[in-house]
C-alpha cells in the first residue's frame, strides 16, 4: 500500500439567503422525494385536488402531502450557489 495524497474534489450546493446549505446538497436531504415532485405537489393542489387523491397518485403519506402543499416541509429554496472542496 502507497502513501498516496487525496486530491479533493469539488461540488456546487445551493445557498439560502440566510447562507445554509439547502435541497439535495443538504445533510439531512431525503432524496426520495425530488424537488420537481414537490413543485407538481403544491401545483396540482392549486388547481383543486386534494390530499388525498395527491398522495395515492404519488405514493406519499397524506399527512406529509399536506405538510408540503401548506409550505410547512421542503420550504427552502436555493438563492445562489457556492462550490465547495469534499474528500
Known amino acids: 500500500m502507497t502513501c498516496t495524497p487525496v486530491k479533493p474534489k469539488t461540488i456546487v450546493v ?8 439547502t ?6 436531504y431525503n432524496g426520495r422525494i425530488t424537488q420537481v415532485v414537490v413543485d ?3 401545483d396540482l393542489n ?3 385536488l386534494g390530499y388525498g387523491c395527491l398522495s395515492l397518485m404519488f405514493g406519499i403519506s397524506r399527512g ?6 401548506r409550505y ?7 438563492t ?8
Do not use: D
Open 40 to 42: 407538481a405537489l403544491r
Open 23 to 28: 435541497g439535495s446538497s443538504h445533510h439531512n
Open 46 to 48: 392549486e388547481e383543486g
Open 14 to 21: 445551493g445557498i439560502t439567503e440566510q447562507g445554509y446549505r
Open 80 to 87: 445562489r450557489f457556492k462550490t465547495i472542496k469534499v474528500r
Open 64 to 69: 406529509y402531502v399536506a405538510a408540503i402543499c
Open 72 to 78: 410547512e416541509k421542503r420550504v427552502s429554496y436555493a
